[in-house]
């Protein structure tokens, strides 16, 4: 048996299965749209789930469409090492948010058949649903139920715009598992991922050692005024909700900039009636605040609460601010961190810690098994986006930390 010092992935099977993944769901700039639980989100799960039987690992799929493929180990009564990440995107995604993570794990299990190694434990590779949250609000909310902060029921009871719920839609795909979600214990968990961030390219590093993830809070906002004429309705009388949502976007924009480094953002509106000559009657709006503390990210929240009183009372407008999701500062385990730091040192890859800002499965997956991530990065920081890139080199030296680091755990 090798010794896993000599190990290295094969850096162009990893390439070529990203590649080979990218083209469901393939977007005319070179990025990604499989939106989860779609036609598409099915072919990335089937061809994944063949890609690991051909493996020889067992698949399992729980109740909320998660999936684990399980490499078997000498003792398979101990809990398995796992990693992992998802495989739906944003609407305008890229080749590599969640799908790299997820394609490391198996590059992980490949590299280990071709060298014959053993592991003591069991390795298994997980696909987490949902976890964009572009389609059905909140984001990760299958990790999210596998780590008990949300029930069955209301993970399966999400809808997206078109009012389908995601247990219709697991169900619809046949990826509605019969395994129980949650109870299974992790030795350990670690997430490979590109940063989605500037921070790794600016500093010429290779790895970034994740510490935890930044604390996150969604809202929804409604903003009630009244539909009128465009052209006949003077000025001082119109209850125009579009011009109350604009100045409530303007000052969420100042709340980030006065809590740094925080971050405030409106990536959802829904104008009623949408019509050019009439006034907006009606505005629907999401928002998302982030900071790396949680007690300035409450400040963020009252700061918003008090934006939304104060414009809509001036402009004699009703309104509803409804936090739909909370998100706390997340601290990963410091063990598994030291095993990531140490694969990165042994391998001789430049790296630094970092705190992730943007959220993770592993950020719920850390509430009931060691966890850690290994960041690699992504040109120009840019992600959420058809022009995502990053290099075949980075991308193999991020799965050849996570090989060691999890072969830390489990051999």
């Known amino acids: 048996?090798?010794?896993?010092?000599?190990?290295?992935?094969?850096?162009?099977?990893?390439?070529?299965?990203?590649?080979?993944?990218?083209?469901?769901?393939?977007?005319?700039?070179?990025?990604?749209?499989?939106?989860?639980?779609?036609?598409?989100?099915?072919q990335g799960r089937d061809l994944f789930v063949q890609w690991c039987k051909d493996a020889g690992c067992t698949v399992t799929v729980d109740r909320m469409g998660n999936i684990f493929a399980r490499r078997p180990g000498r003792n398979n009564d101990l809990p398995p090492v796992v990693t992992g990440s998802h495989l739906d995107t944003q609407p305008t995604g890229g080749k590599f948010d969640g799908v790299y993570g997820v394609l490391a794990g198996l590059e992980v299990i490949r590299t280990l058949n071709d060298h014959k190694f053993e592991t003591d434990a069991p390795v298994e590779v997980s696909v987490w649903t949902n976890e964009e949250g572009s389609r059905f609000a909140p984001a990760m909310v299958a990790s999210g139920v596998f780590a008990g902060v949300f029930t069955e029921e209301y993970g399966h009871s999400r809808t997206d715009l078109d009012g389908k719920t995601i247990g219709e839609e697991l169900k619809r795909i046949g990826y509605l598992g019969d395994a129980p979600v949650g109870g299974r214990p992790f030795k350990a968990f670690f997430e490979a991922h590109i940063e989605q961030g500037p921070i790794l390219e600016a500093d010429r590093r290779t790895i970034g050692v994740v510490q935890g993830i930044q604390g996150m809070r969604w809202f929804e906002v409604t903003v009630t005024g009244s539909e009128s004429h465009a052209g006949t309705t003077p000025m001082p009388r119109r209850k125009d909700a579009m011009l109350g949502c604009a100045r409530i976007v303007d000052r969420i924009n100042r709340i980030a900039l006065d809590h740094k480094p925080g971050v405030s953002t409106v990536g959802l509106v829904k104008v009623s009636p949408n019509s050019r000559n009439t006034i907006p009657g009606n505005v629907f709006f999401s928002v998302d605040l982030r900071h790396p503390q949680d007690e300035t990210l409450l400040k963020m929240k009252a700061a918003l609460e008090a934006a939304c009183a104060e414009i809509c009372g001036e402009l004699g407008l009703a309104y509803e601010c409804k936090e739909v999701w909370n998100s706390p500062a997340v601290h990963y385990d410091k063990g598994c961190i030291a095993a990531v730091r140490k694969a990165a040192e042994e391998a001789g890859y430049a790296h630094m810690d970092i705190t992730s800002g943007a959220g993770h499965d592993a950020g719920y997956i850390n509430r009931v098994a060691p966890t850690a991530m290994v960041f690699v990065p992504c040109a120009d920081g840019i992600s959420h986006n058809e022009i995502e890139s990053a290099t075949a080199e980075d991308l193999a030296a991020g799965c050849n930390v996570l090989m060691r680091a999890m072969l830390e755990h489990a051999a």
């Open 1 to 42: 048996m090798a010794n896993v010092k000599n190990i290295q992935v094969n850096k162009d099977r990893l390439w070529e299965s990203l590649m080979e993944m990218a083209k469901i769901g393939a977007t005319a700039k070179g990025g990604c749209a499989r939106l989860a639980l779609t036609d598409l989100d099915k």
